[in-house]
């Protein structure tokens, strides 16, 4: 058993699991993406009939053979960023190189037979928002009513139609949600230059469940703030603490998880004052100990157990 | 109504709109431009009561769409896009480089948004969509050369096998990619291209692994045992035997290999 971790060590999520990779004795690697000047690689595939893909990394301190990783967590950052590679400039040698290591290993982890979280194909549906919704909607979530225009008359009708509705990003690109509100009335037309995203807006209690395998951790965030995650931007405050789903609930996580291939994934609802649970999105990259560290769920022991082969759906 | 999305710089999807048209067909290019047009309107709910998942909230709740600069409306109390019938998608993704009506500072992040919409937007027609997108890939699933050969690999097909490598300090030389001696264009169920049926036989099956319906597989010779050398999303369209099988496929043909 050899796990390969990816990414930069410091970064939350990676250097809590590898901490628990080695409290828990499992044998594992850790590619810095920091040293990706120093960073070989070689991808073979097609060559050996009873293994189709191998290939090797090497750097200035450790060699890795790709076919003795049995499992994977990957959570790198686009090479391009890293500073040593944006000051060497756009095609640069170093950036050539760069772009051609993070393709190299992307296309590994999408072949490899190594347990992987997460693929990045399967990862891919988070950037469009509302394909991804529709993923979650036939799974059987309630997901709130949603458009995607350019016409403004349009959006006038959906606002009068849910009294109250906000407006986000339809790609991957991080926005905050923001309510739509009657200072929008003179922007409205520019809805008119890209198709742009709708949402009624639901009231209740937001709630962020990790799936990890088989396991569930739920957590209630209770925050005043359209969107928790920059209440602090406004001053007001979130408290996130540990809860327990409903039973059905906790499965329909689960099955969702199983349906979209992300062995982990944060999944974001919300339980409105009638009892209704929403589905708003599936993060595939979730940056967990953020909730970790409020609520002091052993996450990041259960993605290490993860890797190790444990609670695999 | 058959729609071809594509840049407005591709002669090739332009000459096929004229080449269906002038056969009485139906026919419009979507381009980048159009999702820059008034008359959008994708909607997605809960409440899932007509065939398209679309709210019965309200009579204004049908989806539209804008195809050639003109907004497709509804006629009656029939869902605008029905209309439309098949779709050739000729975009891999939307670029910055297409937006030029669009101020410099915005076009990268509107191009994102505009492809994402695209993704969503395609994968949810119930026509045939050639190919549907993924949502990694506007032609399809985003395969890199090795995955297309490990792909071909699993099914048992001979495979010219594919290496790669980087380094900032050994010398690597550039991949240089198989030059095709012999292509098949896959369409649905035909397969264009001089070559024996076995081979014809993997490029369906090739296509099939990758879900698509349109594709050409690159091998190395017309007969068996030819190596699989690689497969391309991009299609020569130009091809009148390409054109004439995509507009069976997309108006309901089942002709065969």
Not at chain 2, 54 to 65: I, M
């Amino acid at each position: 058993m050899l796990i390969l971790l990816w990414g930069i060590t410091e970064e939350s999520p990676l250097a809590a699991v590898h901490s628990e990779l080695t409290s828990l004795g499992i044998p594992s690697v850790f590619l810095d993406q920091r040293d990706i000047l120093d960073t070989e690689i070689e991808l073979s595939v097609g060559n050996i009939l009873d293994l189709p893909v191998q290939g090797q990394i090497r750097t200035w301190y450790q060699k890795i053979d790709l076919s003795e990783i049995t499992a994977a967590y990957l959570r790198p950052y686009d090479s391009r960023r890293l500073p040593q590679i944006a000051q060497a400039g756009v095609n640069s040698p170093a950036w050539q190189h760069a772009i051609a290591v993070d393709d190299t290993l992307m296309s590994w982890s999408e072949m490899t037979p190594a347990f992987v979280i997460n693929r990045p194909s399967a990862m891919a549906a988070n950037g469009s928002k509302p394909y991804q919704l529709e993923q979650i909607r036939s799974l059987g979530f309630k997901v709130p009513e949603t458009l995607v225009t350019t016409d403004p008359e349009a959006v006038r009708s959906f606002w009068k139609l849910h009294g109250d509705i906000i407006y986000k990003s339809i790609s991957g690109i991080r926005s905050k949600v923001s309510r739509v509100g009657i200072e929008h009335l003179e922007r409205l037309d520019n809805v008119s230059w890209c198709p742009t995203q709708f949402q009624q807006y639901i009231p209740g209690r937001d709630y962020r469940v990790h799936v990890v395998g088989t396991e569930i951790f739920a957590s209630e965030v209770i925050s005043q703030a359209d969107d928790y995650r920059y209440a602090a931007e406004n001053d007001e405050s979130t408290e996130i603490r540990a809860c327990h789903l409903p039973e059905e609930v906790e499965q329909q996580c689960r099955v969702l998880a199983k349906a979209i291939n992300l062995p982990l994934c944060g999944i974001d609802l919300r339980r409105t004052p009638g009892g209704d649970w929403y589905c708003f999105e599936v993060n595939p990259s979730p940056g967990f100990t953020y909730y970790q560290q409020f609520t002091g769920q052993p996450i990041s022991t259960a993605i290490a157990n993860l890797l190790a082969g444990k609670n695999r759906i | 109504m058959l729609v071809i999305v594509a840049s407005r710089h591709d002669k090739a999807a332009e000459a096929l709109v004229a080449n269906w048209a002038a056969h009485g067909h139906s026919v419009s290019l979507l381009t980048p431009e159009d999702l820059s047009v008034v008359g959008w309107r994708h909607y997605l709910s809960s409440i899932d009561v007509g065939d398209r998942g679309e709210s019965t909230t309200s009579s204004t709740s049908f989806s539209s769409a804008v195809v050639g600069g003109v907004a497709i409306s509804t006629t009656g109390c029939a869902n605008a896009l029905d209309q439309i019938t098949g779709v050739l998608t000729r975009l891999p993704s939307i670029f910055e480089q297409e937006l030029l009506h669009i101020v410099p500072d915005d076009r990268a992040y509107i191009a994102t948004e505009m492809n994402a919409f695209l993704i969503a937007w395609l994968s949810s027609l119930k026509c045939p969509v050639l190919n549907r997108p993924t949502p990694t890939y506007l032609l399809g699933p985003a395969w890199r050369p090795e995955q297309w050969v490990y792909a071909a690999a699993q099914l048992g097909i001979p495979v010219r096998p594919v290496r790669r490598q980087s380094s900032m300090s050994a010398n690597v030389c550039a991949q240089v990619l198989e030059k095709s001696s012999v292509k098949v264009t896959v369409v649905g169920d035909r397969c264009l291209g001089e070559v024996e049926k076995t081979l014809a036989s993997h490029a369906r099956r090739i296509a099939d692994a990758a879900e698509v319906d349109l594709l050409t597989v690159h091998f190395s010779s017309s007969e068996s045992p030819a190596e699989f050398l690689g497969a391309d999303l991009w299609t020569d369209i130009s091809a009148p035997d390409v054109g004439d099988a995509i507009l069976e496929y997309l108006s309901g043909g089942d002709a065969k290999c």
